[in-house]
């Protein structure tokens, strides 16, 4: 499991890779196992300030890998599957909701359940040849990994509705026009781009950026007397911050804020 997905830390920022390039980093248990396990990391780890998922080889992440699905024995009783499943789909809900930034570097294809972990993100950057699919109807599968969640958050439920329900293929131009993609660069400088926006982040006032996921996070399911209350809160603990003071005390001096994240 270790090398099937990759961590790396670097000044705040942990990069998780999915790492079956040969596979165009399908899902398996191994692989899905490895990402619950990263994002618990991502979310407990004081150093981590910000997160990267990305895919090896050029694609982001093609969704479960169905060779291995049709290839399998006998399936468990329901209640097993369903147990098992919703054990896996845990990767999506921790970096939804984790208060910490995550950036999704989305090239080659974006589909199924990888699409899915791709939406959980905060933003995502995508390569100007990206496809990006729903996928699931194609295969006879109703979805996972909290994609109809996520996407009819961000783009509502009638849209949402067609893209799961006819499955098309979208550039990475027109899932921009939707707002499913936050940014496209050209393929070179999928990389770097997305690396240069995640790094910023990490390297950025922690503590507030995670209380601004809560207060949008809140959104989705509090009243606005709610959604007030948390944010009186937060703004006022973010007030208390050594990062907020140092901001304030850059912004007299007419220099740029040098955040340590608390």
């Known amino acids: 499991m270790t090398d099937i997905v990759l961590q790396d830390l670097d000044r705040g920022l942990l990069t998780i890779t999915?790492?079956?390039?040969?596979?165009?980093?399908?899902?398996?248990?191994?692989?899905?196992?490895?990402?619950?396990?990263?994002?618990?990391?991502?979310?407990?780890?004081?150093?981590?300030?910000?997160?990267?998922?990305?895919?090896?080889?050029?694609?982001?992440?093609?969704?479960?890998?169905?060779?291995?699905?049709?290839?399998a024995g006998a399936p468990p009783p329901l209640e097993q599957k369903v147990a098992n499943l919703r054990r896996g789909m845990e990767v999506s809900r921790i970096l939804h909701q984790m208060p910490k930034p995550v950036v999704a570097q989305i090239d080659g294809a974006a589909a199924g359940a990888?699409?899915?972990?791709?939406?959980?993100?905060?933003?995502?950057?995508?390569?100007?040849?990206?496809?990006?699919t729903t996928a699931f109807a194609k295969v006879g599968l109703s979805g996972d990994f909290g994609g109809t969640y996520f996407l009819t958050q961000l783009i509502g439920a009638?849209?949402?509705?067609?893209?799961?329900?006819?499955?098309?293929?979208?550039?990475?131009?027109?899932?921009?026009?939707?707002?499913?993609v936050s940014r496209v660069v050209p393929d070179a400088e999928v990389e770097s781009a997305t690396r240069e926006l995640a790094l910023s982040l990490a390297?950025?006032?922690?503590?507030?950026?995670?209380?601004?996921?809560?207060?949008?996070?809140?959104?989705?399911?509090?009243?606005?007397?709610?959604?007030?209350?948390?944010?009186?809160?937060?703004?006022?603990?973010?007030?208390?911050?050594?990062?907020?003071?140092?901001?304030?005390?850059?912004?007299?001096e007419k220099r740029a804020p040098v955040f340590q994240g608390r």
């Not at 997160?51 to 093609?62: E, P």
């Not at 009638?158 to 921009?176: F, G, N």
């Not at 922690?206 to 996070?217: D, M």
């Open 158 to 180: 009638a849209k949402a509705r067609e893209l799961y329900l006819t499955s098309p293929v979208l550039t990475a131009e027109q899932a921009q026009a939707l707002g499913i």
């Open 114 to 132: 990888g699409l899915s972990m791709a939406l959980a993100c905060d933003l995502r950057v995508a390569g100007a040849s990206a496809k990006i």
């Open 203 to 252: 390297q950025g006032p922690t503590v507030t950026l995670g209380y601004i996921k809560t207060n949008i996070n809140n959104a989705e399911s509090l009243s606005l007397e709610a959604c007030f209350d948390a944010e009186a809160l937060h703004h006022s603990r973010c007030a208390e911050t050594a990062d907020h003071k140092e901001a304030a005390a850059a912004f007299v």
């Open 18 to 71: 999915m790492n079956r390039p040969d596979r165009r980093n399908a899902l398996n248990q191994d692989m899905i196992r490895g990402l619950v396990e990263a994002a618990h990391r991502a979310k407990d780890d004081p150093e981590v300030r910000a997160v990267l998922l990305k895919g090896a080889g050029g694609t982001f992440c093609v969704g479960g890998d169905v060779k291995s699905m049709a290839a």
